[in-house]
């Protein structure tokens, strides 16, 4: 019996094919050309090969579907900004019930609780917030109703509250009124105190 050696898979299809007598090494070793059981196993891997393929290419395919779709859904949500950031157009939002604001009514303060109704300076005074206070000698000062005061300063003018400084233990501020009446405005209050 001669021994065959094709060079390529091709030649080895025709070998068999033709049906010639000998034997084929190829990758498994020697193998019989005349043994059907040979021919079935080798068409049985063609089979199995041809599957694989078809297997890959299904999964390619079913991947570059997936990619697509993805490429196609990104591009259709950043287009919407492009136009906008390209032509300064916005699209229309559509709204099936009217946008509901609501409006709070603007607060009034009683006009006899504010300082510029205040009809006496002991009215005046007591109706005032001390938001800070400053003690010592000639620097003495005072915010009151979120205006800066100096000793010295008139607070009132209306009235002629005139603010002339603390008392020596600095617990109350002291002002003046046109009638040369001083006035106490206790710097904390009870609340505050504790």
């Known amino acids: 019996m001669a021994i065959i050696q094709p060079q390529s898979p091709k030649a080895q299809r025709e070998l068999l094919q033709r049906g010639s007598q000998g034997m084929l090494y190829g990758e498994r070793g020697a193998i019989s050309r005349a043994a059907p059981v040979v021919q079935e196993a080798l068409r049985l891997e063609i089979q199995a090969q041809k599957k694989r393929m078809m297997l890959r290419g299904f999964y390619l395919f079913a991947t570059a579907l997936v990619v ?46 504010t300082l510029d109704y205040a009809s006496t300076p002991q009215e005046f005074v007591n109706r005032a917030t001390v938001n800070g206070v400053r003690l010592g000698g000639r620097g003495t000062r005072a915010i009151i109703n979120g205006a800066l005061y100096h000793v010295g300063d008139v607070v009132a003018p209306e009235m002629g509250l005139v603010f002339v400084g603390h008392d020596p233990d600095g617990e109350y501020l002291l002002f003046r009124d046109a009638s040369s009446r001083t006035i106490f405005l206790r710097v904390y209050k009870e609340s505050e105190a504790s």
């Open 68 to 113: 697509f779709s993805i490429t196609i859904f990104f591009l259709s949500k950043t287009s919407d900004v492009g136009k906008q950031v390209i032509t300064g157009a916005k699209a229309p939002v559509k709204t099936d019930q009217p946008t509901l604001m609501f409006v709070e009514a603007p607060k009034t303060e009683d006009p006899r609780k």
